[in-house]
């Protein structure tokens, strides 16, 4: 309870202060970003759902998973070890953050894969020497 009160308190006098009328997921611009365009017509399409056999409607966010999380505090956790199992798995994973966004420390992404995941599994060295890539 407390680390969930913790971000409570965060977010309503740090994070939205801070953001003012600014995108917290791409800060040089101003909200709402029109970029990129609403993306639900598209993956709500049946040209789309049926390729990758989508069993539910597409929605950007679910409020009632977004709080029940939020009530259990695992927000102030590290998730490493659980990224760390899913990638020593086999699973194909793509780890994607910005320098432009507020919401992923990309700095704090980029030290993890380093340290955390590569000391650790052999089965990701190919983190060893990621590629920075820009869009736009």
């Not at 699973?91 to 340290?115: H, K, L, P, W």
Request: charged share 15%; hydrophobic share 35%; net charge negative.
């Amino acid at each position: 309870m407390v680390c969930s009160m913790a971000q409570t308190w965060c977010n309503e006098q740090i994070l939205e202060p801070l953001a003012g009328n600014w995108d917290i997921y791409y800060v040089p611009t101003a909200n709402p970003d029109p970029y990129p365009p609403p993306l639900e017509p598209y993956l709500r399409s049946s040209a789309v759902t049926s390729k990758i056999g989508s069993q539910s409607t597409w929605d950007m966010t679910n409020d009632n998973v977004y709080s029940q999380f939020a009530a259990t505090g695992d927000w102030m956790r590290s998730s490493s070890p659980n990224l760390e199992m899913v990638i020593t798995s086999g699973v194909r994973t793509v780890v994607y953050d910005g320098d432009a966004d507020f919401i992923c420390n990309y700095m704090g992404v980029e030290a993890m894969v380093r340290e955390s995941l590569i000391s650790s599994s052999p089965s990701s060295s190919h983190f060893a020497n990621p590629v920075p890539t820009c869009a736009g």
